[in-house]
C-alpha cells in the first residue's frame, strides 16, 4: 500500500485520522468537489467524507463514478453526526447502491495504533 495515490476528500476535522491510518501512501486532499474532479484520474484510490463538502458525497461519488470506475471509492465517516444513526444507515446505503466499495464508520475503531491498523487492514483488502 506504501505506492499507493490516494485522495481523501475529507473534512478538515478527519485529515489527521486520514494521515495516521495510510502513514506511508502518497495522500492528496482536496478542499472541493471541483479539485476532486481534477484529482481522480490521478489516484488508486478515493475517501470520501460523508460530510464532505457540505454533505454532499452521494452529488460527489455520483460525478465520480460518471467519470471512472477504475479505483475503490471508500467512504468515511469520521465525526459524530447531527442527524442519528438512521440518517447515518440511509447515507451508507444510497453510497454503497451508488458503487462505493466500502462504507467505515472510523468512530468505530479507536484513534490509536490498533484501531488505524484495523483501518488500514480494510483499505489494503481493496486495492
Known amino acids: 500500500?506504501?505506492?499507493?495515490?490516494?485522495?481523501?476528500?475529507?473534512?478538515?476535522?478527519?485529515?489527521?485520522?486520514?494521515r495516521n491510518v495510510v502513514p506511508s501512501c502518497q495522500l492528496r486532499f482536496v478542499r472541493n468537489r471541483d479539485e476532486l474532479l481534477c484529482e481522480i484520474d490521478h489516484?488508486?484510490?478515493?475517501?470520501?467524507?460523508?460530510?464532505?463538502?457540505?454533505?454532499?458525497a452521494v452529488a460527489a461519488l455520483e460525478r465520480v463514478i460518471e467519470r471512472s470506475?477504475?479505483?475503490?471509492v471508500v467512504c468515511v465517516?469520521?465525526?459524530?453526526?447531527r442527524y442519528g444513526?438512521?440518517?447515518l444507515h440511509a447515507l451508507r446505503l444510497a453510497?454503497?447502491?451508488?458503487g462505493?466499495?466500502?462504507?467505515?464508520?472510523?468512530l468505530d475503531y479507536p484513534?490509536?495504533?490498533?484501531?488505524?491498523?484495523?483501518?488500514?487492514?480494510?483499505?489494503?483488502?481493496?486495492?
Open 1 to 18: 500500500m506504501a505506492q499507493a495515490r490516494l485522495v481523501a476528500a475529507v473534512s478538515a476535522a478527519v485529515r489527521q485520522r486520514i
Open 43 to 56: 489516484c488508486d484510490m478515493l475517501i470520501l467524507g460523508a460530510h464532505f463538502d457540505e454533505s454532499t
Open 69 to 72: 470506475e477504475r479505483f475503490p
Open 77 to 81: 465517516r469520521g465525526v459524530p453526526s
Open 85 to 87: 444513526k438512521r440518517s
Open 95 to 98: 453510497l454503497n447502491e451508488l
Open 100 to 106: 462505493a466499495a466500502k462504507f467505515i464508520d472510523l
Open 111 to 127: 484513534d490509536d495504533e490498533s484501531g488505524n491498523a484495523q483501518v488500514r487492514a480494510l483499505l489494503e483488502h481493496l486495492l
